[in-house]
């Protein structure tokens, strides 16, 4: 049979080679600490619960949910961003309802991209964002993000011929895989250069809320200073040119449920609304009713996420220094970035291979996330210290 071109970019995944040497591990008979997905282990709070198992026994529910979503969600996605960053929002025009973030930062090249155009995405970076890119027979130029930038790109390197036939910017931060967070100023130099070069800019947030308040306010000098760190929206706030893309994943350990949002540019979101009106109905009312509650509802279990991650941070970063491996503290999201030293350091993919057929311990090969991953690998804090604790010592009989 014979598949579309645009398929082939999607086939060779490093992750697939993982999950290779993850059941060669199991087969083996090793006990595995798997620390490579970023699928939080903690429980949906039970008011939210409540709430959808509520909307399962009302037949109205059950049927197709046409209009993006309900007014009361898109409100409540509206009235969430409003008390957050202190900007206005239309619920009407400015909100469009996803089936998680990534479904819609991976539908939106469709709406911005002809075949051949490019998208300038960071790298190492989220690889659902070369996905949709891909998808959309769009080309990809990757902005490198290094260490010694703060994990910054330098919009200054991007060739000219290349912004010439660039549609759209994606930005991320707090940043997976490398946990860097972008301060206010450069939020404005990028509206600014994407203004300049009429590119879309979009900025994916999923880590809005997993940041770490002993790190700083990251969002101090804005007029509002309820979130640690800056919305793009905040440095573009009539909403010239950029799209926001949020997701209750994280923050309310939702990620199975599959329920997003994004707010911005009206135009944007009406573009994008009408790519999804070809491919979905919109996610399940029931569902929609749960994350209006934990929009709307108290935001403990949110701040308790935030502790439980800042704990596992501290327990995973103390046991690395112990056996001598110096990695920085991370200042959010539930990620920890290391620099593999010699002689892995440019071999991140044998590392992760060997370290989980050998241990039963498995991570992310930085390579994975892109060319300027490679030499570092990714651990996802998605279990309690003492086993987290377990997986460093396993590691340093490893190394
Ligand atoms: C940068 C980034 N975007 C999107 C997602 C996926 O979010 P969602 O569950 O809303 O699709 C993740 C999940 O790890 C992520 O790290």
Redesign the pocket.
Known sequence: MEFAKRLQPLQSNVFADMDRAKAVALAAGRELIDLSL??SDLPAQAHVIEVIAKSLHDRSTHGYLLFHGTQTFRQAAANWYEHKFGIKVDAETEVLP????????AHLPLALLNPGDFALLLDP??P??AGGVYLASGQIYPMPITAENGFLPVFADIPAPVLAQSRMMVL?YP???TAAIAPFSFFQEAVAFCQQHNLVLVH?F??VDLVFKDTGNWGKNLSNPKSLVPSILQADPEKTVSIE??????SYNM?GF???YAIGNAQLIQALRQVKAAVDFNQYRGILNGAIAALTGSQTGVANAVATFRQRRDAFITALHRIGWQVPTPKA?MYIWAKLPSPWNQNSVEFCTELVKQTGVAASPGAGFGKSGEGYVRFALVHEPPLLEIAVERIAEFM
Do not use: A, M, W
């Open positions: 970023g699928s996803l089936i998680g973030s990534q479904e819609g930062t970076g989220y659902s964002h991320s940043h997976n895989p994916d999923p880590y893309f949020f997701t209750l994943s994280k990620g599959r329920i997003g999201t």
